[in-house]
């Protein structure tokens, strides 16, 4: 059977681009299909906007201390933060003008705009919607097979009368242009941590709802908890181990109603709600039952190899999970390509996963907390280098931080987290060795330049061959050594 395509991508996000311009380089026939906007969900909504934002709040922080760093700046302390969100949307334009539909066009890319389903496995059916796509309403196109990348979206839960406050997500907060006065945020992972510290950086009054016990449950305890007492000192209210059960709205005013583990009620009220408890897979629309693909609100089902129940049809990013990050969506994006074109097939390698949440102190990491490597193994080593100890932590006055180093008995990374300026940077080298299969004495050996933060890296590997040059036996091997020399 002759095919208009021999890929068809349904996504432009980050794993789309990818996907597509992979095909393309690779001599495959490709169409990409947009429903919305080039660029995906981090462009738009998501990393990019909420940077800019981190990077204004950041810069108001640091004015605020400026005696710190041995500067007078007399006696105003005041700034017009009515700006911000406008620098923010700038900072959007500015991205999105690096992928427009002209560029993947000149690489052989077919782009074309409209909301696509699926009529049969090998068929979709979309309505143009413009920009440069061709055809007609309903044109129905074919391809051998097809990627689905169609990312995913702010999760909203079904709670009484959350619907009827206008809450906000990261899909619509960067189009305020005023800021609220007081700000509630339902969740305490990445988003909303982000999110809560830089609104309060900028004069906001935040409060954080998390239902479980702590924020950052994802994270390493004790990495978290540095994060969490900056938090505090920011004058940020935490509420944990609450669940929010109602929302109401009187004279411009939220009141939540929260609820604890013993069914006990409290009350939180702000001006406006941002929601950032999780979010879900763009399966709707999609008709994928048509295709034979399966899939559930966490998205759709893939094997190793990123194929879904239909054996010509492939899925990566935010759809497929299970990490939400643009990063994982290009690597996912690599390897699904080559596997739907071509019948060598590669697995899906999540033994080094990194992320990062770009707080001020950031968390990053790679691999197990110490939590989980003591449950999954009888004996582990645990290294640390706190930032107080690195002389340009220092000379920069982030003094505020640790490297924290999981390994087995042997040695090898099981686990790598940093919380602390530059966090995101600095875990690449853990990452590099965790996936390389290397030693931690592998990093200490390693030369690295003075002076910097990455020494904290070399500092908390050191401490491996410090703990191998304590032993007794090794002691006495050297004290016979040196008097036989």
């Known amino acids: 059977m002759k095919y208009d395509y021999d890929l068809i991508v349904i996504g432009g996000g980050a794993a789309g681009l990818v996907a597509a311009t992979g095909a393309a380089v690779l001599g495959a026939k490709t169409a990409l299909i947009e429903k919305n906007k080039l660029g995906g969900d981090c462009t738009w909504y998501g990393c990019v906007p909420s940077k800019s934002l981190l990077k204004s709040a950041q810069v108001v922080s640091l004015v605020k201390r400026l005696k710190e760093f041995g500067i007078s700046a007399g006696t105003q302390n005041t700034y ?44 979709i059916e979309f309505s143009a919607k413009g920009g440069s796509a061709s055809g007609g309403k309903g044109e129905k196109i074919s391809a ?9 979206h702010p999760m909203v839960p079904s709670i009484a009368g959350l619907k009827d406050i206008n809450c906000l997500t990261n899909e619509n907060v960067f189009d305020l242009e005023v800021l609220p006065k007081s700000l509630a945020v339902l969740g305490g992972g990445p988003i ?14 935040v409060s954080i709802i998390e239902m479980f016990d702590r924020l950052m449950v994802r994270e390493d305890k004790e990495i978290a908890d540095v994060l969490i007492d900056e938090f505090k000192t920011e004058g940020i209210k935490i509420y944990t181990g609450k669940k929010a059960i109602r929302f109401s709205k009187d004279s411009g005013m939220v009141s939540i109603t929260l609820e604890d583990k013993d069914k006990k009620q409290s ?27 399966k899939y559930s609100n966490k998205g759709v089902e893939v094997d190793a190899a990123l194929r879904t129940s239909a054996k010509n049809i492939y899925a990566c990013g935010d759809v497929a999970g299970p990490y939400q990050f643009s990063h994982m969506a290009e690597y996912q ?55 107080s100890g690195n002389d340009r932590a220092v000379t920069d006055i982030e003094e505020k931080g640790l490297a924290k180093v999981i390994t087995d008995k042997k040695g090898y990374i099981l686990g790598a987290h940093i919380v602390g300026a530059n966090a ?8 590099l060795a965790k996936a390389s299969k290397l030693k931690i004495g592998n990093l200490s050996s390693a030369i690295h330049i003075y002076p910097t933060l990455a020494q904290v890296v070399k500092r908390s ?4 061959y410090i703990d191998i040059m304590n032993a007794a036996w090794l002691k006495g091997l050297f004290k016979m050594m040196l008097k036989f020399l």
């Open 424 to 431: 995101g940077e600095i875990i690449h080298e853990y990452v």
């Open 333 to 387: 994006a690599v390897i699904a390509v080559g596997n739907a074109l071509f019948p060598f097939k590669r697995k899906v390698d999540y033994s080094a996963v990194p992320w990062c949440t770009f707080t001020d102190p950031e968390v990053a990491r790679v691999g197990l907390t110490e939590d989980e490597a003591r449950a999954k193994f009888k004996d582990i080593k645990v290294y640390r280098s706190p930032y």
């Open 192 to 205: 909303g941590m982000e999110l809560s510290l830089a609104f309060a950086r900028l004069g906001v009054e």
């Open 461 to 464: 590997a050191d401490q491996y």
């Open 267 to 293: 009350a939180v009220k702000a001006e406006n709600v941002l929601v950032a408890v999780g979010r879900a897979a763009n399966v709707e629309g999609l008709d994928l039952e048509r295709a034979g693909v």
């Open 80 to 123: 017009d933060s009515s700006f911000v969100m406008p620098h923010v949307r700038d900072a959007i334009k500015k991205i999105s003008t690096h992928h427009p539909a002209e560029v993947f066009e000149k690489r052989g890319i077919k782009v074309l705009f409209g909301s696509p389903k699926f009529i049969d496995q090998n068929t």
């Open 144 to 152: 051998k097979r097809f990627i689905i990348s169609s990312g995913s």
